[in-house]
């Protein structure tokens, strides 16, 4: 066995049920989870109507490479999305379909990192839980990057030593920020792009949560856009990773792509053609409609401003519950404990919420999830009303 596998450890859903499985919640209170980021607005009908028409390709296997109008329609998309030069992405060797981000973001250390190398991986942290057991199992060290209010919740680069650089092989990076809503600006991710081409170590972006944001002025840059902006056509050493979970809010359809530098995307689809992972067909068709359609997507980000407003003007002055730049997660400190705020909040109010602690690891200078918690806005409006009201309850009680 992989002994490797005993450095895992349980996954925050299955840390909070521990936390909370004496606890009888109030009948008469119905159940809210603001616990999981799992999108409940509307799938869009013509996801679901693709997925009928083309269900007669079950009797077909899929590629690997998946369909080429799907990669057409993936950069054409990213194109259009992060301004890059026209042709600037080609749909042959820089893009992958990929069943979710989830998938590939665990695969992609496998194939990119070397045991013998007494490599490092650095993670944001709070983090993905994701990132840390890909690291572990591809025979890897974790390196945790701090992400505190002081630096606008994102890694301070500056502060990383270079011996750490030297023995890095890969590096995670979530922007906007799983669970802080943090974006990277174009300038940090330029810096990053540069540190890659100096210590050789590959950057792997993850950006499933970039397209819902408060600002439709403002959309957060990404890594291939930042690559482009110093002159990398070829987008060295940069892979992103994009999803339709939270895009078009159809996580079941496990759909999603990687996309960047062709010279390890190429030894990435040859580890996949062994991984056994090709996206279904009748998926494949439902997901190229989906990429080449945003006005679905800006009915999406208008849903989740609606309920950041509602919610915050019901908790200001109770929790720092300051809409983040993007994502749909708030991150709030608690005025006791996190995981007793977690515990009071559904023994008292039949309410679901993430201690942030669950998603970070203590460091030298303290655990950066220790008393937040991680409040996913997901339900529909009314829900998230009626789940403010009863925070705001419990906070009048501390």
């Known amino acids: 066995m992989n002994r490797n596998l005993s450095r895992l450890q349980p996954y925050p859903f299955e840390k909070l049920a521990a936390l909370t499985q004496d606890i009888k919640p109030p009948a008469e209170l119905p159940a809210i989870a603001l616990s999981i980021g799992e999108p409940k607005h509307a799938t869009p009908s013509f996801i679901a109507n693709a997925l009928v028409s083309h269900v007669h390709q079950l009797a077909s296997y899929p590629s690997t490479r998946g369909l080429p109008e799907l990669r057409e329609a993936i950069a054409d998309w990213l194109i259009r999305r992060f301004t890059l030069p026209p042709q600037a992405i080609d749909p042959q060797t820089q893009v992958l379909p990929v069943n979710g981000t989830r998938e590939a973001l665990f695969a992609f250390a496998q194939a990119m990192v070397d045991p013998a190398d007494d490599a490092l991986v650095l993670i944001p942290n709070p983090f993905y839980q994701i990132y840390e057991g890909a690291a572990l199992l591809a025979g890897a060290t974790p390196a945790l990057m701090p992400c505190e209010p002081e630096n606008g919740f ?10 750490t650089w030297r023995r890095c092989r890969l590096i995670y990076i979530c922007s906007p920020g799983n669970p802080t809503g943090a974006v990277m600006e174009q300038a940090a991710l330029m810096q990053l792009i540069e540190l890659a081409q ?6 792997a972006s993850d950006e499933c949560y970039s397209e819902i944001y ?7 840059p990404g890594l291939l856009q930042a690559a482009a902006a110093m002159g ?3 987008y060295r050493r940069c892979v992103c990773f994009h999803s339709l979970s939270k895009r078009s809010n159809a996580p079941g359809l496990r759909s999603g792509f990687v996309a960047g530098d ?3 995307l190429a030894p990435f689809f040859h580890y996949r053609t062994y991984h056994g992972c090709a996206m279904p067909l009748q998926h494949q068709q439902a997901s190229l409609l989906a990429w080449r359609d945003e006005a679905h997507v800006f009915e999406n980000r208008r849903l989740y401003r609606e309920k950041f407003d509602a919610v915050r003007s019901i908790l200001d002055g109770l929790l720092d519950v300051d809409p983040p730049e993007a994502g749909f997660y708030l991150w709030p400190q608690t005025p006791i404990p996190d995981t007793d705020f977690a515990r009071r909040l559904l023994a008292e109010q039949n309410l679901r919420v993430l201690p942030g602690r669950f998603l970070s690891r203590a460091g030298p200078d303290g655990d950066p999830g220790a008393d937040r918690v991680r409040i996913a806005l ?3 409006l009314d829900e998230c009303i009626e789940a403010a009201q009863r925070i705001r309850a419990l906070c009048e009680q501390l």
């Open 154 to 163: 994102l890694p301070a680069l500056d502060r990383i030593p270079e011996s």
């Open 198 to 203: 100096r210590h050789d170590f590959v950057i």
């Open 214 to 220: 408060r600002d439709e002025t403002r959309p957060p």
């Open 232 to 234: 990398l056509d070829d």
């Open 262 to 264: 062709a010279q390890l």
């Open 378 to 380: 997901v339900p529909p």
